[in-house]
């Protein structure tokens, strides 16, 4: 089945710092989503690509389809306390069910 | 808050008990799917419905396991003769078929004693 490697598993930076994370697949997907969920909520869109090669920006959030349609990124700027919770890349084949990697923790230190 | 909502937030079972949660879908959302996430995991897909219809299973959804959504609103997940490693959150979603962009509800955290 289609999976979703998603690096780095945790990371712990300093307020301020900027943050990467990446996503790879072994298929294809025509939608790149990604995801932020706090402790024991449901997770939150934060930025949806539909296209290839699609760099799309939200806030401090920037995010990229890559061009062969198997992989993301997820960059953020400037990190601040509320940034802390686990990120998930997300992709769709179709319009329908979506497919979650495992997550990125992002820890701030103090 | 007109958002995904799910009840309860937690539940505490023993072993072999029946256990049925409820999803409410954004108003007029047409689309409904449930999701299983366990420790340290993404969310997994188990069911969605188009409307009443239940358009896909997964291979997770073993006999034990039932959905509904019977007028197309509001949806129950039932788990029969619960196990232990059906200790999860299990998480709905509703979208717009159009767009299919799902927003996700607040979970159910079952704990299997």
């Known amino acids: 089945g289609q999976q979703l490697n998603q690096s780095p598993q945790s990371m712990f930076i300093q307020e301020g710092e900027d943050v990467s994370m990446n996503c790879t697949s072994s298929?294809?997907?025509?939608?790149w989503l990604w995801y932020k969920q706090d402790p024991g909520e449901g997770p939150v869109l934060l930025i949806a690509l539909y296209k290839a090669g699609e760099l799309t920006s939200n806030g401090r959030l920037t995010a990229q389809f890559g061009i062969t349609r198997k992989d993301s990124f997820l960059n953020i700027s400037a990190s601040i306390p509320s940034d802390v919770g686990i990120y998930f890349c997300a992709g769709q084949l179709d319009r329908d069910k979506i497919i979650f990697g495992k997550g990125t923790r992002l820890h701030i230190l103090p | 808050d007109t958002g995904v909502s799910q009840d309860p937030r937690h539940k505490i079972t023993k072993r072999g008990q029946n256990v049925t949660f409820r999803c409410d879908p954004i108003s007029e959302h047409n689309r409904l799917y449930w999701y299983r996430q366990t420790l340290g995991q993404g969310p997994e897909f188990l069911t969605y419905?188009?409307?009443?219809?239940?358009?896909?299973k997964s291979r997770l959804l073993s006999d034990r396991f039932s959905a509904e959504r019977p007028k197309g609103s509001f949806s129950t997940l039932e788990i029969q003769r619960t196990e232990q490693g059906d200790s999860a959150m299990y998480l709905c979603?509703?979208?717009?078929?159009?767009?299919?962009?799902?927003?996700f509800g607040p979970g159910t955290r079952l704990t299997v004693l």
């Open positions: 979603a509703s979208s717009w078929a159009a767009t299919d962009t799902q927003y």
């Open positions: 419905f188009q409307n009443e219809a239940q358009l896909e």
């Open positions: 298929s294809i997907f025509n939608t």
